[in-house]
T-cell receptor
Framework: GENVEQHPSTLSVQEGDSAVIKCTYS??????FPWYKQELGKRPQLIID?????GEKKDQRIAVTLNKTAKHFSLHITETQPEDSAVYFC????????????FGTGTRLTIIP | GAVVSQHPSWVICKSGTSVKIECRSL??????MFWYRQFPKQSLMLMAT?????????EQGVEKDKFLINHASLTLSTLTVTSAHPEDSSFYIC??????????????FGDGTRLSIL
């Protein structure tokens, strides 16, 4: 089955700086990669996703890059703000009848004011 | 749109009690729902995939007789933790996929249920 690794487990950045979180996956058949933000005790919220037919996607301060050959994808947050502090999870899905998500281990991001 | 309601949000009960958690899609039909468990400071672990009108598919290591899943309609799936013990205390979250949607679409998550077994 799919295995998703995520690094780093914790990340502290100064407000205004950029944050990068990286994930690798094992199943070359995976073709959908969402990123979730989860605040304590709350539901995971989708912040951006990417499908395997594109290499990069951007939405305002958030971007995701995908390298299918290397089987890794990364989340980039620019101009970080205190409200970006949360736990971020990457995930991978194979699809086509197997829509279950395999989540990474999570990154606790702290933005230092 | 795509709202998933989960109930209850928080439950405390004695060891040996059975607890039922409901997951409802409020404004869409969901042929597939997923049940996750999340222990403190850990990731979401898929427990089972629930398909409307058929038996749930459980992940390896998840006891199907302990975690009963019923998906009797296109808008409701339930998870019953039978004879719950303290080690079952966790945050349980459901998610749903819109019926008829193509692959590679976002799952819609419920707010989660915090279960505490005394």
């Amino acid at each position: 089955g799919e295995n998703v690794e995520q690094h780093p487990s914790t990340l502290s950045v100064q407000e205004g700086d950029s944050a990068v979180i990286k994930c690798t996956y094992s199943d070359s058949a995976s073709n959908y990669f969402p990123w979730y933000k989860q605040e304590l005790g709350k539901r995971p919220q989708l912040i951006i996703d990417i499908r395997s037919n594109v290499g990069e996607k951007k939405d305002q301060r958030i971007a995701v890059t995908l390298n299918k050959t290397a089987k890794h994808f990364s989340l980039h947050i620019t101009e970080t703000q205190p409200e970006d502090s949360a736990v971020y999870f990457c995930a991978a899905e194979t699809g086509f009848g197997n829509e279950k998500l395999t989540f990474g281990t999570g990154t606790r991001l702290t933005i230092i004011p | 749109g795509a709202v998933v309601s989960q109930h209850p949000s928080w439950v405390i009960c004695k060891s040996g009690t059975s607890v039922k958690i409901e997951c409802r899609s409020l404004d869409f039909q969901a042929t597939t729902m997923f049940w996750y468990r999340q222990f403190p400071k850990q990731s979401l672990m898929l427990m089972a995939t629930s398909n409307e009108g058929s038996k749930a598919t459980y992940e390896q290591g998840v006891e199907k007789d302990k975690f009963l899943i019923n998906h009797a309609s296109l808008t409701l799936s339930t998870l019953t933790v039978t004879s719950a013990h303290p080690e079952d205390s966790s945050f349980y979250i459901c998610s749903a996929l819109t019926a008829g949607q193509y692959s590679n679409q976002p799952q819609h998550f419920g707010d989660g249920t915090r279960l505490s077994i005394l």
